[in-house]
C-alpha cells in the first residue's frame, strides 16, 4: 500500500492549480511567449498568459490540472524553448480563474 502526499499547490480534491513562473536569461525578443503560449496549447486544459517583464524575464501564469501544469514548468526548463533560459522560479497556489484560453500579453 502506498501513501501519496499532497504536492504544494494541489488541494486534497485535486482541482485545479495555479503555477506562475519568471524565466529569466535570454527569452524577449525571441518568440518565447509565443512558444510558450503553442506549447500551453498543445499541452491542453490550460488557461492563462505569457508577459514580458521589464526587468528582461518573462512571467508566465497557467491554471488547469496539477499535472499538465507540471508539463508546462517541464517545457520551460528543459532548454528546449526559443531564446536561452538560465533558470526558472515557479510558485504554485489555488487556481483563481478569469482566464479565457492562454494569451500573450
Same mark, same amino acid.
Given at each position: 500500500?502506498?501513501?501519496?502526499t499532497q504536492?504544494?499547490?494541489?488541494? %486534497?480534491? =485535486?482541482?485545479?492549480? #495555479?503555477?506562475?513562473?519568471w524565466? *529569466?536569461?535570454r527569452?524577449q +525578443?525571441?518568440?518565447?511567449r509565443?512558444?510558450?503560449?503553442a506549447?500551453?496549447?498543445?499541452?491542453?486544459?490550460?488557461?492563462g498568459?505569457?508577459?514580458?517583464?521589464?526587468?528582461?524575464r518573462v512571467?508566465v501564469? %497557467?491554471? =488547469?490540472?496539477?499535472d #499538465?501544469?507540471?508539463l508546462?514548468? *517541464?517545457?520551460?526548463?528543459? +532548454?528546449?524553448?526559443p531564446?536561452r533560459?538560465e533558470?526558472?522560479?515557479?510558485?504554485?497556489g489555488?487556481?483563481?480563474g478569469?482566464?479565457?484560453?492562454?494569451a500573450i500579453?
Amino acid at each position: 500500500m502506498s501513501t501519496r502526499t499532497q504536492s504544494a499547490g494541489e488541494d %486534497a480534491a =485535486g482541482e485545479t492549480v #495555479r503555477m506562475t513562473a519568471w524565466v *529569466r536569461g535570454r527569452v524577449q +525578443g525571441v518568440g518565447f511567449r509565443w512558444f510558450t503560449r503553442a506549447s500551453a496549447l498543445r499541452i491542453g486544459g490550460l488557461a492563462g498568459f505569457a508577459l514580458n517583464l521589464g526587468d528582461g524575464r518573462v512571467q508566465v501564469v %497557467a491554471e =488547469g490540472p496539477r499535472d #499538465r501544469c507540471e508539463l508546462l514548468l *517541464r517545457w520551460l526548463r528543459t +532548454g528546449d524553448t526559443p531564446g536561452r533560459v538560465e533558470g526558472v522560479t515557479e510558485i504554485w497556489g489555488p487556481s483563481r480563474g478569469g482566464y479565457e484560453g492562454f494569451a500573450i500579453r
